[in-house]
T-cell receptor
Framework: KAGVTQTPRYLIKTRGQQVTLSCSPI?????VSWYQQTPGQGLQFLFE???????NKGNFPGRFSGRQFSNSRSEMNVSTLELGDSALYLC???????????FGPGTRLTVL | AQSVTQLDSQVPVFEEAPVELRCNYSSSVSVYLFWYVQYPNQGLQLLLK??????LVKGINGFEAEFNKSQTSFHLRKPSVHISDTAEYFC??????????FGAGTRLTVKP
């Protein structure tokens, strides 16, 4: 069974731009969560989607948004990028909400 | 609200020595506990999990952890480490209707 895939793996943007990251969960998994990982803040929860509905949201500004499609694939969008948005963005999927999560390799976003 | 504290940010150890990575959690409800490992430039990989039942949980790569409800701990142990165990280790907690919360991570460095 294929694992969680994330595209792109690396991304370089400039301040003020926007970016869209994509995540394809493991087949059959309906829950997708997104995390931001930085050296200073560690792993921080962004949001979780289950069957196309956002069930939980972390403490991030409205510039961070996401969605989930009917095939469970998910995208997250960051608008008006700031330098501090540079991070590894990890996507994780699970069979059910609040269960064991399987992580993708991440997208490394660098904001210049 | 749930939270996780990993008591050591860095743990250096010599090859073939035993190691314990400490994790304490805080929650007012029953919890599910996890340990993940992250190698450089990769996503997180599940080492082991506690959902219910036996408090001693065995995982991959020779790791095990013990759930101690009275001390709200879930320490990770390995009797003999290898150079290849050098990585970042994350303890995580979740429960029904809550997102997964991660500790700040412990960097395990195995020296020859």
């Amino acid at each position: 069974k294929a694992g969680v895939t994330q595209t792109p793996r690396y991304l370089i943007k400039t301040r003020g731009q926007q970016v869209t990251l994509s995540c394809s969960p493991i087949s059959g998994h309906r829950s997708v969560s997104w995390y931001q990982q930085t050296p200073g803040q560690g792993l921080q929860f962004l949001f979780e989607y289950f069957s196309e509905t956002q069930r939980n949201k972390g403490n991030f500004p409205g510039r961070f948004s996401g969605r989930q499609f009917s095939n469970s694939r998910s995208e997250m969008n960051v608008s008006t990028l700031e330098l501090g948005d540079s991070a590894l963005y990890l996507c994780a999927s699970s069979l059910r909400a609040y269960n064991e999560q399987f992580f993708g390799p991440g997208t490394r976003l660098t904001v210049l | 609200a749930q939270s996780v504290t990993q008591l050591d940010s860095q743990v250096p150890v010599f090859e073939e020595a035993p190691v314990e990575l400490r994790c304490n959690y805080s929650s007012s409800v029953s919890v599910y506990l996890f340990w993940y490992v992250q190698y450089p430039n990769q996503g997180l990989q599940l080492l082991l999990k506690y959902l219910s039942g036996s408090t001693l949980v065995k995982g991959i790569n020779g790791f095990e952890a013990e759930f101690n409800k009275s001390q709200t701990s879930f320490h990770l142990r390995k009797p003999s480490v290898h150079i290849s165990d050098t990585a970042e280790y994350f303890c995580a907690v979740t429960s029904n209707n809550n997102d997964m919360r991660f500790g700040a991570g412990t960097r395990l460095t195995v020296k020859p």
